[in-house]
């Protein structure tokens, strides 16, 4: 059988990334994640996209899309689960701390605990569902590290709780397994890579600043993972899970990059 050789026209870096900032433009309706999706668009991606025909909106999803698994790619070979991010001293601890989420502080779901129990399910040995008192029970550690929000600001807080790695090794959760996925009680979901899911930073926090976790910042439970952006870190967390299977996440399905991280 002949080799059918493809001949792919020149294309103009300029004239790519124009057409995908009109894509972006009318489906973005926030301006943080519209300049967060838009910056993503480097000559690194046009490269990869000189090889396909960007003619109309689906061929630029498709593009993209690929630009953000392959960013994924190099961020996960990139990491190293051994670097610790900076931690700081109390004096730096960013008072009030902001709020974030994709709703009003007023909004914040009420989680009763009296009634809470930590689901767990997947690829685990221990699957019985796990109260705060139990949590609260394990070994404790704290840090003073940096959250860092995509739209550009960033605020330090001292968060404690226990060392997700424990917690993992504690359910008998295969460790070689790819993902760590989250459902949480305000209809937020994540996933996260195991190689960070058992970094020594990764805590299933279950205070912020000395007290029990506030509503506003999570509780009953937040993953808190300095070294991934503000987005990456679930809050108000009822149900985790391991997988091989991609979870993907609440902005990850709508664009944003998946790994997230350093």
């Not at 790519?16 to 894509?23: G, P």
């Not at 926030?30 to 909106?57: H, K, N, W, Y």
């Not at 970094?199 to 009953?220: C, I, K, W």
């Amino acid at each position: 059988m002949g080799i059918i050789k493809r001949i792919t026209p020149a294309v103009d870096g300029e004239s790519i990334l124009k057409e995908a900032r009109k894509v972006l433009a009318p489906r973005i309706e926030q301006p943080s994640r519209r300049a967060f999706l838009t910056r993503s668009l480097t000559l690194g991606g046009v490269a990869m996209l000189s090889g396909c025909s960007i003619t109309d909106e689906a061929h630029v999803e498709k593009a993209l899309a690929s630009i953000s698994r392959f960013n994924d790619r190099v961020q996960g070979w990139l990491f190293d689960p051994n670097a610790l991010a900076p931690t700081y001293p109390e004096s730096m601890i960013t008072r009030p701390f902001p709020f974030n989420a994709f709703y009003e502080k007023e909004k914040a779901p009420v989680v009763e605990e009296a009634g809470f129990a930590l689901e767990v399910s997947g690829l685990v040995a221990d699957r019985h569902s796990w109260r705060l008192e139990e949590l609260r029970a394990m070994p404790q550690t704290d840090q003073i590290t940096r959250h860092i929000c995509v739209e550009g600001w960033s605020a330090i807080g001292r968060w404690g709780g226990v060392r997700f790695s424990d917690f993992l090794k504690r359910v008998g959760a295969d460790l070689s397994a790819k993902y760590v996925g989250f459902k949480c009680a305000d209809d937020y979901y994540t996933s996260i890579d195991m190689p960070t899911a058992l970094h020594p930073q990764t805590l299933l926090t279950l205070t912020f600043d000395g007290q029990v976790l506030p509503r506003e910042y999570g509780f009953p439970m937040k993953l808190r993972m300095p070294t991934k952006l503000g987005y990456k870190n679930p809050k108000h967390i009822q149900a985790m899970f391991v997988t091989n299977r991609y979870p993907g996440g609440y902005w990850e399905d709508q664009g944003y990059n998946w790994f997230g991280g350093s």
